[in-house]
């Protein structure tokens, strides 16, 4: 799958609400009431990755904040895939 250039990444980021694109990743803090609802959401988001063979980096940090970066890893950057997961994620995330 082809990278995106900048323009397709910022017309990208335009529809996905509070993520943002630096160092050839896409990324966004998610944050939640509790720790268990932290954790469940990082099940949600692992469930979703396996269908799409797409796996994010996930950081549970500060009790109750979750942060995903999205990188197609053998394209050394932001393609399609990672546009598809992170919208994926945003509608698991019900924001």
């Given amino acids: 799958m082809a990278l995106?250039?900048?323009s397709?990444?910022?017309?990208?980021?335009?529809?996905?609400?509070?993520?943002e694109a630096k160092d050839n990743f896409l990324f966004k803090n998610f944050e939640f009431d509790n720790f268990k609802s932290a954790v469940a959401f990082t099940v949600k988001i692992a469930l979703a990755a396996e269908v799409h063979n797409h796996h994010p980096d996930i950081l549970i940090h500060g009790w109750n904040k979750v942060m995903v970066k999205l990188s197609t890893h053998s394209e050394n950057g932001i393609t399609g895939k990672d546009i598809k997961l992170a919208n994926e994620i945003q509608n698991l995330f019900g924001d």
């Fill in 4 to 6: 995106l250039n900048q």
């Fill in 8 to 19: 397709e990444i910022n017309e990208a980021l335009a529809t996905l609400k509070g993520w």
